[in-house]
DNA sequence: AAAGGTAATTAAATCGTTTTAAACAGCAAA
DNA sequence: TTTGCTGTTTAAAACGATTTAATTACCTTT
């Protein structure tokens, strides 16, 4: 027998007062500010019988007067993707703080999908949206900025648009990581990347090919530009690489890396006694065997944090100035080389989160 | 300048009928069947005016009205974990297409937190919830079947309670992949779990024994206990095996295994030369190598699917009968050689997706 | 005593639906 | 002509909060 929600008639009738004074000091205490102005003792009385009656204010109730959900909506790739997995749980972590639910939707990098859970999100009411654009979104991407509707790119931009954005600055980590492949001896060095225009992986080339320049490698700058659905075909990539010569490899992206590294293996090459490899974000699988692996590593927790507390600013800014902030987040350059120390790192990925990083138990 | 939002009012106006009308063509258009009683006519005159009008009803409104908000709530140990990941992946793809809205939320196998987001996904009026229940959550989740609010338990159950659940044959599958490794010749084999009351842990290491038992292995039990907080301890663990001439190590968890064989790793030995590996779930680490890893495939999407369904059911159903299911998922045991043929797999992870697996661009 | 001011409180409108009960029109049966 | 029925349609009451404008009570000041 499920007992009847309590809602703020009943408070206020506990309370002895109307149901308007109940909803200002529920709202002050929530706000913190006090905006209204609420006899001490009667806000006490009031707080003290909503504790007892354990009130919750409805939520479906407050979004309909008052035109906010404190609901807002993440779209991302693919949830199920290492990389965004753990963005998203730094945002679900930090919106928890400002009190806020967070919806998630996974695109597949398709921009009708990408469509759709817009539109579905903006149906639900969500006050604001932080998405991962995909290539061909642009149109959408535009409409949503010009409905004011609060809004953040992450880890992409699409260009011509007013919006906030956090990316990282994938142009100096392609030059980077290429710079520590020079500088370990390589100088035939190739790329491996997708055939997409999408910002981020764009960056990431002109890196690769800038620093090849600066070093004077320019004959052998080389990216190879792979379909995404057809990925298998990289093993092809490896053996022609492999026929001449080439050194090591830069991969664009961690999936690549890894289908990457199985071709080599399968191609009955050794890393990095036959090839040096070099990739974006670190992986499970390089600390397991002594693999030597230069990584980028991207502030995974920065991109959570920044991209939630820019998308709050606008929502609470909402009516106010209409401001663009652009976030670039420097790479950093690590080498993944777990049989050189004795001692096992932290359990987790090493993007550790906020709090001690615990196992589950899947 | 943003337009204002077209509402049922809107619509009425337009097709010359009252609210309650279009309220009643919307909804059946939604269920399909035709409860109330609408002339051909209007109904399509009405419809063709919300088309026009772009017409989107306000989910606050009919959820404060309703009651039902057409959200769930999915609350797993963390969502930037590949296993739950890929869960959470199909969950949100399937109540997709019936509609429904997901809210995602991470335990950290921390009971207080899963009691606060429960409290906060029931505030924010979810119609039901799955939940992967963590150790000591027993009282939480009673509470919540007590409430009669629709409830399907995952990966996990919870003695005594009456619920509707989704899990595997955690039992058979232990066995069955012990079994693996004593086919394969091994009989000094030993387990590595966590010290946890857990249902599918506890269930696997009975598995274990029982197959030991069964093959007369009675000698060469040993179950290893670590606490998860103290996962680096796992390195002691191999070490101390290894001078007790252990041939295999069956894991319990995945990321028992990467810790273990990084910690195999360390110490100079070689997987499978030195010792064999068994685990459950695959994990892209394998594939790189030539690492012959038994592997217990769980059936992740039929997780997803199952779950979803029995809980939408219990949603629609949620007046009549409260009766529960339990669904017992089989476990597939599988080898990953990657080295063995010279086809790559698809690009994404073995449980692959409802439709093509895809790559994203991460 | 009247006027003005401030602090505290409240009545009532509103948000956009769903849902109940009633009303209406048209027609067949009595 | 009245009654009853069926098929359509509608008025109006929720749902549970927020928010505006008004009211009350109690001091000060003139």
Not at 20 to 45: C, D, H, I, P, W
Not at 106 to 128: A, H, Y
Not at 216 to 224: A, K, M, Q, S
């Amino acid at each position: 027998m499920r007992a009847r929600k309590v809602t703020i008639k009943d408070v206020a009738t506990q309370a002895g007062v109307s149901i308007a004074l109940v909803s200002f000091v529920m709202s002050n205490k929530a706000g913190g500010k006090e905006t209204y102005k609420v006899n001490k003792e009667t806000a006490q009385r009031i707080l003290d019988v909503a504790d007892k009656l354990n009130y919750q204010p409805n939520s479906a109730a407050r979004t309909l007067r008052s035109g906010r959900s404190r609901t807002i909506g993440v779209i991302l790739s693919d949830i199920s993707n290492k990389f965004f997995a753990d963005i998203a749980r730094c945002i679900e972590d930090r919106a928890y703080k400002y009190k806020y639910t967070v919806l998630f939707g996974s695109t597949d990098e398709n921009p009708r999908k990408l469509e759709n859970l817009i539109d579905v999100f903006i149906d639900k009411g969500v006050d604001g949206l932080i998405v991962v654009p995909c290539e061909g979104a642009d149109a959408v991407i535009r409409k949503v900025a010009q409905q004011r509707i609060p809004l953040v790119l992450l880890d992409r931009e699409v260009s011509d648009i007013e919006t906030s954005s956090v990316v990282l600055n994938n142009c100096k980590a392609g030059a980077q990581i290429t710079e520590a492949l020079v500088k370990r001896g390589f100088s035939r060095i190739e790329m491996v990347s997708y055939a997409m225009q999408l910002s981020n992986i764009r960056e990431r080339e002109k890196g690769y090919r800038s620093c090849m320049e600066a070093f004077g490698l320019d004959e052998y700058i080389r990216t190879h530009h792979l379909r995404h659905d057809k990925l298998h075909l990289i093993a092809e990539v490896v053996n022609d690489a492999a026929q001449r010569g080439v050194q090591a490899f830069l991969f664009a992206t961690n999936t690549l890396a890894i289908n990457g590294m199985m071709a080599i293996s399968k191609g009955g090459w050794r890393i990095p006694q036959d090839f040096a490899v070099a990739c974006f974000d670190s992986n499970e699988a390089f600390d397991i065997y002594d693999t030597t692996v230069a990584c980028v590593r991207q502030p995974i927790e920065r991109f959570g944090v920044e991209a939630l507390d820019l998308l709050i600013k606008h929502i609470e800014e909402k009516d106010i100035l209409p401001s663009c902030t652009r976030v670039v987040l420097s790479p950093e350059i690590v080498e993944s080389e777990s049989a050189a120390s004795g001692v096992l790192p932290p359990p987790s990925s090493p993007e550790a989160r906020t709090s001690e990083s615990v196992a589950v138990f899947d």
